[in-house]
C-alpha cells in the first residue's frame, strides 16, 4: 500500500481534540469552537447563529460535531442556515474533525462548528 502524505496548502487543518478543547494548529482552544480554513473561533455552541450565518457564499458545506455522540441539532437553526444558502451535515465532533479535514485536503470550502466532546 503505498502511503502519501495529505498537505493543507495555506489552510490549518484540526489536529485534535479532549475532554473540553480542540487543537487547530499549534493554537489549543477550550469549548466549543467555529473552524474555517483561515481561522479558529471561541463559538457560543447552538444560541450563536450569527457567525454561522456569516459564512453564507464563503463555504459550501459547514460540518456540526455535537459532542461525543451523535444528536439532533435544533430543527430552527438548521432551518435557517440552509435558507442562508449553506449545506449542513451533522455528526459526533469527532467524525466532523475527521470529514472536515479530508475535505480540506481537498481544497474544499467547509467549515466545522463543534462542540466539545
Known amino acids: 500500500?503505498?502511503?502519501?502524505?495529505?498537505?493543507?496548502?495555506?489552510?490549518?487543518?484540526i489536529a485534535g481534540y479532549?475532554?473540553?478543547f480542540f487543537r487547530v494548529g499549534d493554537d489549543v482552544l477550550q469549548?466549543?469552537?467555529?473552524?474555517?480554513?483561515s481561522?479558529?473561533?471561541?463559538?457560543?455552541?447552538y444560541d450563536d447563529a450569527a457567525p454561522l450565518l456569516a459564512l453564507a457564499g464563503d463555504?459550501?458545506?459547514?460540518?456540526?460535531?455535537?459532542?461525543?455522540?451523535t444528536a439532533h441539532m435544533p430543527r430552527d437553526l438548521r432551518s435557517t442556515l440552509e435558507e442562508a444558502g449553506l449545506g449542513v451535515e451533522v455528526?459526533?465532533?469527532a467524525a466532523?474533525?475527521?470529514?472536515?479535514n479530508v475535505l480540506l485536503s481537498e481544497?474544499?470550502?467547509?467549515a466545522a462548528a463543534l462542540l466539545p466532546v
Do not use: N
Open 18 to 20: 479532549g475532554p473540553g
Open 39 to 45: 481561522r479558529a473561533q471561541g463559538w457560543g455552541g
Open 59 to 69: 463555504v459550501d458545506v459547514l460540518f456540526i460535531g455535537t459532542g461525543a455522540e
Open 96 to 100: 466532523a474533525c475527521r470529514t472536515y
Open 1 to 13: 500500500m503505498q502511503m502519501h502524505e495529505v498537505t493543507f496548502k495555506d489552510a490549518t487543518p
Open 107 to 110: 481544497g474544499r470550502r467547509v
Open 91 to 93: 455528526m459526533h465532533s
Open 31 to 37: 469549548g466549543a469552537v467555529l473552524v474555517t480554513s
